[in-house]
Nanobody, 120 residues
Framework: QVQLVESGGGLVQAGGSLRLSCAAS????????MGWYRQAPGKQRELVAI???????DYAYSVKGRFTISNNSAKNTVYLQMNSLKPEDTAVYYC??????????????WGQGTQVTVSS
């Protein structure tokens, strides 16, 4: 019943910026964490960024200093601001959410995915 709807992907030149959005159908305070994974063809799925219900954040080493995850509880939405984009950032980006009391370490809900393509 929970839906995560992503938007904001597209094509951008290297060095450019994009902002991804993930709108949840319920209060984001229902979740312990939300975040973003990405996956390119032939590559493992990579955790890019995570934000807790208290606003704490963490990032993959490859995006630190370039990407920022944030939330807007009034809009039930999390964002991923991506700056200084590189061709290696090209992937499908998936929003996820984990319920409170989740102890299996796996996301409970997924967005539909949004394509980010960075040209050189």
């Amino acid at each position: 019943q929970v839906q995560l709807v992503e938007s904001g992907g597209g094509l951008v030149q290297a060095g450019g910026s994009l902002r991804l959005s993930c709108a949840a159908s319920i209060s984001i305070f229902s979740f312990a964490t939300m975040g973003w994974y990405r996956q390119a063809p032939g590559k493992q799925r990579e955790l890019v960024a995570i934000i807790g219900s208290g606003g704490n954040t963490d990032y993959a080493y490859s995006v630190k200093g370039r990407f920022t995850i944030s939330n807007n509880s009034a809009k039930n939405t999390v964002y991923l601001q991506m700056n200084s984009l590189k061709p290696e950032d090209t992937a499908v980006y998936y929003c996820y959410a984990e319920r409170r009391f989740n102890i299996n370490g796996a996301p409970d809900y997924w967005g539909q995915g949004t394509q980010v393509t960075v040209s050189s």
